[in-house]
């Protein structure tokens, strides 16, 4: 075992987020100034910082003043106009040297870097307070659990019926009608589970009725599927979380919806059917149509019909606002393959219809979250205009699985449908990538987008994972910035070479056996909660080499510091570190020095942050 050193130690560099401890207002209006502030150790020797900052496009500067110096530590601020709806910045520190630094979310650069990567204010939409503490669960309602009631139910002509116990279908001609009869108010009975395991947030997948198990093919968006209950199950589901102190967020798809939609069978073939804008024709009889990546069972929206937006997006009375409102009062919506809405061909109405979505949402209930399924870069479109978060995999999922992935081993291709094959990463790289896709988003929006081992479209993490890494995995999820998101039954350990492999029904004949990994999810899931540095405190990367990634979380009240290793090996992070919160595996500390025998995770408080107060 050696001693792990990088060229340049990441604790020493100049930093900025955009959390509390770095700027003076974190929900800023057109107009409002806005103090930003940036830690320089002193050995870097500053002379001067400025704000670049680019009202209406065009680049200025503003002056930063140092405040003075806190154990070791130079802050420099500076007085920010937020001119634009979306206001970037960035710093440069002139150093005594004569050599210049620029910083940005991307972090140092010596060289000019792009606009893209900068910092950026946002005013206005702000996210729901709740959403930053929370611990997301999804749940796919065919696979969760199934109530008695389901047994009465009769099946439509789609349906294959499968026992519980059975299998998933591999077959892609059977696979999206294997129905297995998971209900809502199977959910409904198992909220004691969700909420033990430390969750907060419950994610549904679709629960409108459809011709399939996925149920992501509506046929209509008027009522809740009878086979799941039908509207009265999910007011009941809703109104028995909140009783819990649980919120509940929808998911819709507003890129496409079934063949057997009602707005589709009456448009199909009929020309002078109002509905007929509703779709994109590729001939004058109305029989070829454009749809999701050519699936024809699935035909593509079009969003320039001012009629569709009335009835699914537009105001209180359509879909997006009647279920956020009572009875069924829903806490948000998640929306499916947001980043094909309202594109095709040289059309992009992508921005349009984010916006009049949270327009609504605003409207009918402020305190709603929305989150938006976008499974590469995500930047482009998650400026804070309307998508409080992204369910992505650029910025978390890959970066981890290529870390803590077995090396070589065959099923990394598993998340080939979404994001390509996997790759054997060290730490080093994993943090570079994170960086790198965590840089686009504005910080707000970086704090609500779902830290995601695995969802109903992927491969189960577990299936790849290094021997003792799942700690390390979850841990992360936990602690990094953003929602962390449990995929149901990956606290039960289950295993899927894909995301139909993966969409298994929980054995609830086996919780008992799954105690030991469930009670690690608690651990985690209770250490955010009981550590708000966790939810809403910055993030400053301290560490990365090939076996260990360490940063520390910052606020006001208390800085975290975070270990992950996925092996035996010694580190050196460059500071002190005391005040064991949590020890996953085999961790020891000496003087700053990091010792694991094997796959850790740890976590340390060091106290309040060594920062000038705001009264400054």
């Excluded at 419950?202 to 509207?231: I, M």
Aim: charged share 25%.
């Amino acid at each position: 075992m050696t001693l792990e050193t990088v060229a340049t130690p990441l604790a020493a560099e100049p930093h900025h987020d955009g959390s509390g401890l770095y700027v003076s207002n974190l929900e800023p209006q057109i107009g409002d100034v806005v103090r930003v502030r940036l830690r320089v150790p002193e050995s870097w020797r500053a002379t001067r910082v400025r704000v670049r900052v680019r009202p209406d496009g065009e680049p200025s500067y503003v002056e930063a003043n140092r405040l003075g110096t806190v154990a070791g530590v130079a802050w420099w601020e500076s007085s920010v106009t937020v001119e634009n709806p979306v206001h970037p910045y960035r710093f440069r520190l002139a150093l005594d040297d004569g050599s210049v630094r620029w910083l940005n979310a991307q972090g140092l650069h010596r060289l000019d870097p792009r606009d893209a990567d900068d910092f950026r204010l946002v005013a206005g939409n702000p996210p729901p307070a709740w959403s930053a503490p929370a611990v997301l669960y999804q749940v796919f309602p065919d696979r969760f659990a199934r109530s008695a009631q389901a047994d009465a139910r009769e099946l439509p002509e789609w349906a294959e019926p499968a026992d519980w116990s059975d299998p998933v279908d591999g077959d892609r001609r059977h696979t999206a009608v294997q129905f297995y009869g998971g209900d809502l108010a199977g959910v409904e009975q198992r909220l004691d589970h969700i909420q033990q395991l430390g969750a907060t947030l419950l994610y549904l997948t679709p629960v409108f009725p459809a011709r399939s198990n996925h149920r992501y093919d509506a046929l209509s968006f008027d009522h809740v599927d009878p086979l799941l209950g039908g509207d009265e199950a999910l007011v009941s589901l809703v109104e028995a979380a909140h009783a819990r102190g649980l919120k509940v967020i929808g998911d819709l798809t507003t890129n496409h919806c079934g063949d057997a939609h009602e707005w589709f069978r009456a448009a199909y073939g009929n020309p002078g059917a109002p509905e007929s804008e509703f779709f994109l024709w590729l001939d004058d009889a109305q029989t070829s149509y454009v749809s999701w990546l050519g699936v024809p069972s699935l035909p593509k929206f079009n969003w320039a019909s001012t009629e569709l937006r009335r009835r699914f997006i537009e105001g209180p009375d359509s879909v997006v606002g009647r279920y956020l409102q009572a009875p069924f009062s829903l806490d948000g919506w998640r929306v499916d393959v947001a980043n094909m809405t309202g594109r095709y061909r040289e059309h992009d109405l992508n921005g349009e219809v984010r916006q009049i979505i949270r327009r609504t949402m605003t409207e009918v209930n402020p305190d709603t979250l929305l989150l938006g399924e976008f499974t590469a870069d995500a930047a482009t479109d998650f400026t804070g205009d309307a998508w409080h978060g992204a369910m992505t995999y650029a910025n978390f999922t890959r970066p981890i699985w290529n870390w803590l992935r077995t090396p070589g081993s065959g099923a990394g291709g598993g998340l080939a449908m979404i994001v390509g094959e996997t790759q054997d990463w060290d730490g080093a790289d994993a943090v570079a990538s994170h960086r790198e896709f965590a840089a686009g988003f504005p910080w707000r929006v970086r704090t609500r987008t779902m830290n995601a081992l695995g969802t109903h479209d992927i491969p189960r993490f577990v299936n790849d994972a290094r021997p003792g890494t799942e700690p390390v995995a979850v841990g992360l999820a936990m602690t990094l910035p953003g929602i962390p998101a449990i995929w149901q039954g990956d606290e039960f350990g289950l295993t899927g070479v894909d995301g139909e492999d993966s969409r298994t029904p929980l054995p609830w004949e086996e919780l008992d056996a799954a105690s030991d990994r469930i009670a690690l999810y608690r651990r985690l899931a209770r250490l955010r909660a009981e550590h708000p540095a966790l939810a809403d405190g910055g993030l400053r990367w301290l560490h990365a080499s090939a076996e260990l990634i360490a940063f520390a979380r910052e606020s006001v009240d208390e800085v975290l510091v975070v270990v992950a290793a996925r092996s035996a090996t010694t580190a050196d992070l460059g500071l002190g570190v005391t005040g064991l919160l949590l020890a996953e595996g085999d961790v020891t500390v000496a003087e700053g020095v990091i010792t694991t025998g094997g796959a850790a995770f740890a976590v340390w408080s060091r106290g309040p942050a060594d920062a000038p107060d705001w009264s400054v």
